[in-house]
C-alpha cells in the first residue's frame, strides 16, 4: 500500500488532482491499484496506454505473440523497431517510457483454464481486449468467480462495443449476453473481416474509462448495460443487458463451477476438425502447379482480400457464395481449396465434402504460408 505521491508523481498528476472527484485520496486510489489486462494487441493497447498515464500503480499483461507488421495498423503500443519481438517486451518498454512510476507485470503465456485463476488472483480488475470467443467466455468466468469486475471490449470493421460485467456488483455476466459459443466460423475474426485501425483506440480508451471509474468509484458504471458504437454514422447507442437467472454461470442454478468448461476449452481459431479431411502443404501446391495442375484451385477469401495477393491461376469464390456456385464445379476433377490460413478453406472442404465432392484438399497455412516462404 502507498501511502502518498512523490513530488515527481504531484506534478505528472497534477491536473487529477485539480477535479474534485479525483483529488489526492483518487490518485493514492490508482496508484494502489492493480490491473490485469489479457492482450496488448488493438484493444489492449490504448487501454493500457491510458491507465498507465493514469497512474494505475500495477499493470500486468498477459500476451504470448509477438509484433507482426499486419499489427501495426492499429496496435499502437508497438513500433516498426519491434516486429518479430515479443509483444509484452514492447510494451512494457512503451508503458514505462509513458509513466516510470508504475510497475508492469509480464505474463509471457496464452491465459488458459490451467493458468487463469493463478494470474487473476493478485489483480483488482480485468480487461478483456482478447480476439476470441473462448477466452472472452474464459476472462469472464475467471472475473465471475473471483468476483472481480470485468471490462469488456469487441471490435469489427467500423463497429464496436463495451461494457462491464459484474454480478457481484449486480449486473450481469457476459454469458447472460451469449449463453454459449458462437457456431464455427460463424463469426468472422478481425484476421478474416478486417477492422478500422483507429476504431480500437476509441473501444479501448472506453475500457480505460471505465477502468478508472472502478477504481475511483465514481460515476455511473455500465452495468447492464452494452454501448455499441457505430463509426461510419457516428453514434452511439445502449442496449439493456438483464441478469439471466437461467444463466449456466451466474443464474439461479448455476452449472459452471469452474474455469474448465466446453466454452473455456474450446479451440480459439474455431477451426473445424475433420478426420476425412485431406490437406496440401503450400510447398506440395508450388510443386503440384508447376507439373501442370489439371484440377481447381479455389481461393475463398474476399475480393479484397484477394486484390492485394493471390496465387495465379486460383478461382475467386468467396465462402458466403459457395453455395450458389458450387453447380459449377465438376465432381470429376481435384479440388484444392485455400484461404487467409487455413481456416475458411477447411469451412469450404467440409461443404464441398458434404455436396458429394471426393476429392477435395485444404491449402494447410493458406496464402500467409504461401507468401511466408518468398
Known amino acids: ?77 508497438h513500433g516498426e523497431s519491434w516486429v518479430g519481438k515479443p509483444k509484452l517486451e514492447s510494451a512494457a518498454a512503451r508503458l514505462l517510457e509513458v509513466n516510470p512510476h508504475i510497475e508492469v507485470v509480464l505474463h509471457p503465456v496464452r491465459f488458459t483454464p490451467e493458468n487463469a485463476m493463478e494470474i487473476a488472483s493478485g489483480y483488482d480488475i480485468i480487461v478483456d481486449g482478447s480476439d476470441n470467443f473462448p477466452t472472452r467466455f474464459l476472462t469472464n468466468d475467471t472475473a465471475f468467480l473471483q468476483k472481480k469486475p470485468l471490462v469488456y471490449g469487441a471490435i469489427h470493421r467500423f463497429e464496436g462495443q463495451s461494457s462491464v460485467f459484474a454480478p457481484h456488483l449486480g449486473g450481469p455476466c457476459y454469458r447472460c449476453l451469449l449463453p454459449a459459443m458462437p457456431a464455427p466460423g460463424s463469426v468472422p475474426s478481425c484476421q478474416e473481416a478486417g477492422v478500422l485501425g483507429v476504431l480500437p483506440g476509441i473501444i479501448g480508451s472506453m475500457q480505460a474509462m471505465e477502468t478508472i471509474k472502478l477504481i475511483l468509484g465514481i460515476g455511473q458504471v455500465p452495468l447492464g448495460k452494452l454501448t455499441i458504437y457505430d463509426a461510419l454514422n457516428t453514434t452511439f447507442r445502449s442496449i439493456k443487458l438483464a441478469h439471466d437467472p437461467h444463466c449456466r454461470l451466474c443464474g439461479d442454478q448455476p452449472e459452471i463451477t469452474s474455469v474448465h468448461n466446453a466454452e473455456t476449452t474450446a479451440n480459439a481459431n474455431c477451426d473445424i476438425p475433420s478426420t476425412d479431411m485431406e490437406t496440401i502443404t503450400t510447398q506440395e501446391l508450388r510443386q503440384t502447379l508447376a507439373n501442370g495442375f489439371t484440377g481447381v484451385l479455389i481461393d475463398v477469401r474476399e475480393p479484397e482480400e484477394y486484390a492485394i495477393a493471390n496465387i495465379e491461376g486460383a478461382r475467386l469464390i468467396p465462402l458466403a457464395t459457395l453455395p450458389g456456385e458450387i453447380d459449377s464445379l465438376s465432381k470429376d476433377k481435384e479440388i484444392l481449396v485455400h484461404c487467409k490460413s487455413g481456416k475458411r478453406s477447411a469451412r469450404a472442404v467440409e461443404f464441398l465434402l458434404g455436396n458429394g465432392f471426393t476429392n477435395v484438399k485444404n491449402v494447410t497455412g493458406g496464402i500467409d504460408a504461401w507468401l511466408a516462404e518468398n
Do not use: C, F, W
Request: charged share 15%; glycine share 12%; hydrophobic share 50%.
Open 1 to 77: 500500500m502507498h501511502e502518498g505521491l512523490t513530488k515527481a508523481e504531484l506534478l505528472r498528476y497534477s491536473r487529477h488532482l485539480i477535479i474534485p472527484n479525483i483529488g489526492m485520496e483518487g490518485q493514492l486510489r490508482l496508484k494502489n491499484a492493480a490491473v490485469l489486462l489479457i492482450g496488448t494487441g488493438a484493444l489492449g493497447s490504448p487501454s493500457a496506454l491510458y491507465l498507465a498515464a493514469a497512474g494505475v500503480g500495477r499493470i500486468g499483461l498477459v500476451d504470448a505473440d509477438v509484433v507482426d507488421a499486419s499489427n501495426l495498423q492499429r496496435q499502437i503500443l
